[in-house]
């Protein structure tokens, strides 16, 4: 009842008395609800499932199948599932054509503005920077945002279990994920894959005490035990070939397909730093800002912006082992827990998802290409056209073919239809070439490349878990924040070896960091001192105040010459105690500008 009156903005008369079901419905069904109170009610109803949550929390269970919170639950899910089946203009993107109607009410309560009497309505999505077109926030579970890491270790376990046809798993919110935020689903997505690595971890371990105590292993013949992490070695100076040869041996046998679910340790050839976490971050680091690059050819810009993101290009000399081994990289920063320094387009977090892409998305790759499709599918052809030189085949020239730039920049025509060069676009055919040149462009002509990253991606990561996440929620967990909030990192850092958030040095270096006057640091120079103590090039996922470990700034020495130093296996900065604030901020810049390598075990 409450999802039908919902849906129904204003609800029709004979809606009325099927809300006599419900009192609280009924009665608030009197008055024409507008998009606020609408929104108001969503969060009500995510209330009222917390409620029932807590209840059953407290006795030691989950809500049963057949609940109230479970029902709340489903009621919830259609409503999500209509305001996401929508492109941006309200339009429903599914098959079926029953869902427009509704698609455009429910746009119309995701969009509205909160009434001034919501208290409810404090946005709790961790994920504001991102231009997300749907305002999920307002389906977040409170409740399910503080489960503890044992209780959603639980509901991971049990729906995991269903889905693998091992039981039922009764009400989990796991099959719910619009009521997880986002910071949720990657911890439920950290759980699936610590208990891989422990999996793989025990595995190795029972191999190797297999083969030590074999009969006819001794002597030279005896086989290496395994290691329980994936352990490789790099050039700095050929990052990029090693890394290739290592995702090629990892992806074509069935030892290195086990090996990817092992914890990752990285060494640098030369260097003696043992990873805990730092160097791999160097690692993906380095090896993005390479590949990334121009240097090798992949990619181009999206929308001729290179700060809008890479696509992937056509034209490129560099073999599908590349495209699989950046797809591989993808895979493992999500699976190791590392944020990348990459951006792509969010058609490409959708692809990965299996989702069809739309128009909105070949705006986002291509706005004057669309720009173009909505004037021709727009005009209107004049009485007396074809005397007048004036129908869409005269204005326009087009006919059903497209083309690409090569490297040396030639263009390579396609027919989008076989014979396409000799077929004109009309009035009567335009629908069909549009639809035509949005598969050639986003599917087709990026086939080969698109379909070796998706395999290296989902080589690591094709567990459970990446079901749970939309395409923007995807891209935030692999990308990052760009917005680096020095405040929210001042809040949750911690001191040691003397120091103290109120000690003269630790002030000093909070006002270099955060003051704003024109000799503190700026955007450039707040990211390099991130690089510098944490090997992360963005905020992780709902942003600095949520990195962890969190800063912890240590008491390197008394007054001297010596730069700081950092840990970044642990987010520690080695800062000596320096006796003013100008020399402070000189040996800070010294530091950052020159960070490179690891040298102490």
């Known amino acids: 009842v409450l999802a039908q009156w919902i849906l129904t903005l204003p609800p029709s008369p004979s809606s009325s008395s099927a809300s006599s079901a419900s009192s609280s419905a009924s009665s608030s ?38 609940s109230s919170a479970y029902m709340l639950a489903q009621i919830l899910q259609d409503l999500h599932t209509v305001s996401s089946s929508m492109d941006t203009g309200g339009r429903s993107t599914t098959s079926g054509g029953g869902g427009t109607a509704a698609a455009s009410v429910v746009k119309k309560l995701l969009e509205a503005k909160p009434s001034a009497g919501d208290t409810t309505a404090t946005s709790t999505s961790t994920s504001s920077s991102s231009s997300s077109s749907h305002d999920d926030s307002i389906f977040y579970s409170a409740v399910a945002s503080k489960y503890s890491p044992q209780h959603l270790v639980n509901q991971y376990t049990l729906w995991a279990r269903e889905k693998r046809g091992m039981g039922n798993a009764g009400f989990s919110v796991c099959k719910f994920p619009f ?17 891989q690595m422990q999996h793989m ?124 081994m950046v797809g591989l990289l993808l895979g493992l920063g999500i699976y190791n827990g590392v944020v990348l320094d990459l951006h792509f387009p969010r058609a490409v977090y959708r692809k990965l ?92 002509l990026i086939a080969e490349q698109f379909d070796a990253f998706a395999k290296g991606f989902t080589s690591v990561v094709n567990g459970l878990t990446l079901g749970l996440f939309s395409p923007w929620e995807l891209e935030l967990m692999v990308e990052g924040e760009q917005r680096l909030d020095f405040v929210a990192l001042r809040e949750i850092a911690v001191y040691e070896g003397g120091y103290s958030k109120d000690h003269m040095t630790i002030r000093r270096f909070w006002d ?80 950052i500008e020159n960070a490179s390598g690891f040298g102490l075990e």
């Not at 299996?354 to 909505?374: I, K, N, W, Y």
């Not at 239809?417 to 639809?435: C, F, H, L, M, Q």
């Not at 960091?513 to 709902?542: I, Q, T, Y």
Request: with cysteine; glycine share 10%; net charge negative.
């Open 512 to 591: 270099i960091c955060v003051g704003g006057g024109a000799d503190d640091f700026g955007d450039d120079e707040r990211l390099k001192l991130l690089r510098f103590f944490s090997g992360a090039a963005r905020a992780p996922m709902g942003g600095l105040g949520k990195l962890v470990p969190p800063l912890k700034i240590q008491r390197m020495s008394p007054d001297s010459d010596k730069l700081p130093t950092a840990a970044t296996c642990f987010n520690t900065l080695l800062l000596p105690d320096y006796a003013s604030r100008g020399k402070m901020k000189e040996k800070l810049l010294v530091a």
């Open 353 to 444: 998802l299996g989702q069809p892409l739309t128009l909105s998305d070949m705006r986002e790759l291509q706005p004057a290409v669309v720009d173009g499709m909505a004037q021709l599918l727009a005009y209107e052809e004049p009485d007396g056209a074809a005397e007048a030189m004036a129908t869409v085949e005269d204005l326009f020239g087009l006919v059903f073919e497209a083309s690409y730039l090569a490297v040396d920049g030639t263009p390579i025509n396609q027919e989008l239809k076989p014979g396409g060069s000799e077929i004109p676009v009309t009035a009567d055919n335009r629908e069909e070439y549009v639809a035509a040149y949005l598969q050639w462009y986003m599917e087709d």
């Open 179 to 195: 009521l997880l935020r986002p910071d949720v689903k990657r911890k439920l997505m950290e759980i699936e894959s610590q208990l």
């Open 29 to 66: 069904a009197a008055a024409t609800p507008n998009p606020p109170q609408g929104r108001l009610l969503i969060r009500r109803m995510v209330s009222l499932l917390d409620a029932n949550l807590v209840a059953h929390l407290r006795a030691g269970k989950s809500p049963p199948q057949n």
């Open 201 to 324: 971890y025990q595995a190795a371990q029972q191999s190797s005490f297999a083969q030590l105590f074999s009969r006819g292993g001794g002597g030279g013949g005896r086989s290496p035990q395994e290691s329980p992490f994936l352990g490789i070695q790099v050039r700095r100076s050929h990052i990029v070939e090693d890394s290739i040869s290592v995702a090629r041996k990892l992806s074509t046998t069935a030892q290195g397909a086990r090996d990817l679910k092992k914890k990752l340790k990285v060494q640098f050839r030369g260097e003696a730093g043992v990873d805990a976490g730092g160097v791999t971050k160097e690692y993906f680091q380095l090896l993005t800002q390479e590949i990334m690059g121009s240097k090798f050819g992949m990619w181009i810009d999206v929308g001729g912006d290179a700060a809008a993101g890479k696509w992937f290009n056509a034209a490129t000399f560099e073999s599908t082992d590349t495209f699989a």
